[in-house]
């Protein structure tokens, strides 16, 4: 059985860094497509981020979402079975639950997360203004 462990979240200023990681066992990493998606009070869930289970390539780059274009960052390090989120100049509006998750299925990057076979358990960041 897959499972996700997420860390790295926490209070930060408007403008300040994060970055996330999440790692995973109990299955074959590199057969893993990798999502981050996040949740805010009252919102629905919102995919930020997908990289390929071989990484990113011409054939299946990165996606994100179009909120965090330009200042999220999403990789993975195979040889550690851990995908990692890094966030840049952070704002309010970017506060949320962040969850990991894996996608054993499907041979492409999903934005759709009832695509995704497993998820972590969360992580909160709050950005202050």
């Known amino acids: 059985q897959v499972q996700l462990v997420e860390s790295g979240g926490g209070l930060v200023q408007a403008g300040d860094s994060l970055r996330l990681a999440c790692t995973v066992s109990g299955h074959i990493f590199t057969t893993l497509n990798m999502g981050w998606f996040r949740q805010a009070p009252g919102k629905e869930r919102e995919f930020v981020a997908g990289?390929?289970?071989?990484?990113?390539?011409?054939?299946?780059?990165?996606s994100y979402g179009d909120s965090v274009k330009g200042r999220f960052t999403i990789s993975r390090d195979n040889a550690k079975n851990t995908v990692y989120l890094q966030m840049n100049s952070l704002k309010p509006e970017d506060t949320a639950v962040y969850y990991c998750a894996a996608d054993a299925g499907t041979g492409y990057i999903s934005r759709l997360g009832l695509l995704y076979d497993a998820w972590g358990q969360g992580t909160q960041v709050t950005v202050s203004s």
């Open positions: 990289v390929y289970r071989t990484s990113s390539s011409a054939k299946y780059p990165n």
